[in-house]
Nanobody, 118 residues
Framework: QVQLVESGGGLVQAGDSLRLSCAAS????????MAWFRQAPGKEREFVGV???????TYSEVLKGRFTISRDNAKNTMYLRMNLLKPEDTAVYYC????????????WGQGTQVTVSS
């Protein structure tokens, strides 16, 4: 079955950088559009960015410039590089996958916690 497993979260200080990974299995990774979302305590889930099967990237306007998404199809893995982290970046970060360019995501990971201390 399809599995998306996030890793790389943890406790960091404001201004630090962190790289999250999303390892995919059970699907043809290179054909999927892969995305990152996050959810802070008491808030709705928020779109972070997406990298299409062809490498095109779209980011949340709020996060663009500090966050970078990449993928390695040979490793079936997507990454999220986060720079200049702020306490408000504290959230559970989720990866998601879908075949279509729009609509609901087909698969979700279990999430990884990122906590940024001030």
């Amino acid at each position: 079955q399809v599995q998306l497993v996030e890793s790389g979260g943890g406790l960091v200080q404001a201004g630090d950088s962190l790289r999250l990974s999303c390892a995919a299995s059970g699907l043809t990774f290179s054909t999927y559009n892969m995305a990152w979302f996050r959810q802070a305590p008491g808030k709705e889930r928020e779109f972070v960015g997406v990298i299409a099967w062809n490498g095109d990237r779209t980011y949340s306007e709020v996060l663009k410039g500090r966050f970078t998404i990449s993928r390695d199809n040979a490793k079936n893995t997507m990454y999220l590089r986060m720079n200049l982290l702020k306490p408000e970046d504290t959230a559970v970060y989720y990866c998601a996958a879908r075949l279509r360019s729009g609509g609901d995501y087909d698969y979700w990971g279990q999430g990884t916690q990122v906590t940024v201390s001030s």
